[in-house]
């Protein structure tokens, strides 16, 4: 069995969403190894995004949600955002908001509801965090004034500011061009491996997620095709029956990593 089922530390049993009557996830089971990333992959409506935002409660589901020894249904919403932050696509924010005061608002889960203000610790964290993803320099810019990857790169320093052990993305690097989603994707992997964080997020690119990702879970009709590490994943076999494609594979010139090097007209 795949090491990214091995440790019940954050996942899923038996987890079923509907839409209407529409069954879209059908009792997946799943877990995530902790400081690590993994990239939930798959074609269009096979399920993954809806899978990360079931875990991030963003959408009913059926079935349990597990962290570490507690159910998320054991938890209040409070508790549950003091150890899951969650980036969603097309994430937006007031036009007039600075970059300041977006990161701030990832603080707020660890207030408690009579405290309003930012305390000292808190600004200190918020700029250590944004020195540590490069915006603190935009910190008194507007927000709707940023570049696209100036903007991702600051809703996700707002993320890293709720301080959470997992952190979960739907399409970090959608709209962005080839070098802000090397520039993000590398931040991310960066979280994981200095900052023992828990990454996960839903990516399209496959060579990507061979470069990035340290996990795969694959996903196929609402369900679980497959999971582990990207060292046993990423094979032809795979791509072909997940994708329909018929792949060479090769690597990666600087980083050694896995790559899809040709794809078959046929």
């Avoid at 799943?30 to 074609?43: D, L, N, S």
């Avoid at 249904?73 to 969603?88: G, M």
């Avoid at 990857?149 to 080839?178: H, S």
């Avoid at 791509?239 to 007209?265: K, P, Q, W």
Wanted: charge should be negative.
């Amino acid at each position: 069995m795949s090491k990214v089922f091995d440790i019940m530390y954050f996942g899923c049993e038996n987890l079923s969403v509907k839409f209407g009557q529409k069954e879209i996830l059908h009792a997946v089971s799943v877990a995530f190894e902790k400081e690590k990333t993994t990239a939930i992959i798959g074609v269009n409506g096979s399920g993954k995004s809806t899978l990360l935002r079931a875990l991030g409660r963003l959408v009913r589901a059926d079935g349990t949600i597990f962290y570490e020894a507690d159910t998320l249904s054991a938890l209040t919403s409070l508790e549950i955002a003091s150890h899951i932050a969650l980036l969603p696509q097309s994430a937006t924010c007031p036009d007039d908001m600075t970059v300041y005061q977006l990161v701030s608002f990832g603080r707020f889960p660890h207030h408690k509801l009579t405290q309003q203000n930012l305390s000292a610790d808190d600004h200190a964290l918020i700029e250590r965090t944004m020195r540590e993803t490069a915006v603190w320099e935009l910190r008194d810019e507007k927000v709707s004034a940023l570049s696209g990857g100036q903007r991702q790169r600051a809703f996700i320093t707002m993320c890293l500011a709720q301080d959470t052990d997992i952190i979960l993305l739907d399409e970090p690097t959608t709209y962005l061009d080839i070098v802000h989603q090397i520039d993000i994707l590398k931040l991310l992997k960066m979280f994981a491996k200095k900052l023992h964080k828990t990454v996960i997020y839903v990516l399209h690119d496959l060579n990507h997620v061979a470069r990035f990702a340290d996990n795969m879970v694959v996903m196929k009709d609402g369900r679980i095709s497959v999971a582990g590490s990207v060292s046993d994943v990423f094979t032809t076999e795979m791509i072909a029956e997940n994708f329909g494609l018929n792949v060479a594979l090769g690597s990666d010139s600087f980083s050694g990593s896995r790559m899809i090097t040709g794809v078959s007209d046929d």
